[in-house]
């Protein structure tokens, strides 16, 4: 596609579910993020992939938290037993490679809020 | 681990006028990154403007350019004849030039563009 989608673009679910938030990155790039931004904070990293492995996952905050990007495209961002706490605009980047010097490219983000 | 600051929470310019947002930041790292970028209501994070750490001079374009000073780890945007659709929050972040190719974001400014 031109861009990066994300899907959904909000997402309501109750606490303890389990959810799913995809990212469609710009096709031929190989790098892959993942950010959180919670209400008045800047986005913070939770993981890239490289292709079809994760990089750095550094940025899961916990193990309810885990993504996968088995064709080295698509990746989806699994969350288990939502927290409240999860509540946040989940956003998806991508680029051509992982150095400084190529521009990520963002999606639109999923809104997902846990009540 | 990398910090970047942004005390400034809102910003307030007339239209036509130039404004000024700031940014310092905390790395022992040489070879880095830097970038700002716009975030409107849509969610999606749009490159504003990017300068590599070894280059002196400060990058400009068209009516963005940055105040890049390096050995007070500061780095400032200023956008000149602020035009309505300029008003958004705008983040500073950080890339370091290794692989460990993550964003680190401040968290934001709010520019509102006043008739």
Same mark, same amino acid.
């Given at each position: 596609g031109a861009g990066v989608s994300q899907t959904p673009s909000n997402k309501v679910t109750e606490k303890g579910k389990y959810v799913e938030l995809r990212c469609d990155p710009i096709s031929g790039h190989t790098a892959l993020y993942w950010y959180r931004q919670s209400l008045g904070q800047g986005p913070e990293f939770l993981i890239y992939f490289q292709g079809t492995g994760? /990089?750095?996952?550094?940025?899961?905050?916990?193990? %309810?938290f885990f993504a996968v990007r088995p064709e080295g495209s698509v990746s989806t961002l699994k969350i288990q037993?939502?927290?409240?706490?999860?509540?946040a605009v989940y956003l998806c980047a991508s680029s051509l490679?992982? %150095? +400084?010097?190529t521009e990520a490219f963002f999606g639109q983000g999923t809104r997902l809020t846990v009540v | 681990a990398q910090t970047v600051t942004q005390s400034q929470p809102e910003m307030s310019v007339q239209e036509a006028e130039t404004v000024t947002l700031s940014c310092t930041y905390d790395t022992s790292e040489s070879d880095y990154y830097l970038f700002w970028y716009k975030q409107p209501p849509s969610r999606q994070m749009i490159l504003v403007i990017r300068q590599e750490a070894y280059k002196q001079q400060n990058a400009t374009e068209n009516r963005f350019s940055v105040n890049f000073q390096k050995a007070a780890k500061s780095f400032s945007l200023k956008i000149s004849?602020?035009?309505? +659709?300029? /008003?958004a929050m705008y983040f500073c972040a950080f890339q370091g +030039?290794?692989? /460990?190719?993550k964003l680190t974001f401040g968290t934001g400014t709010r520019l509102q563009v006043t008739l």
């Open positions: 994760a /990089a750095d996952d550094s940025g899961l905050p916990n193990d %309810r037993r939502t927290e409240r706490g999860d509540s490679s992982v %150095r +400084g010097n | 004849d602020s035009q309505l +659709g300029d /008003a +030039g290794g692989t /460990a190719s």
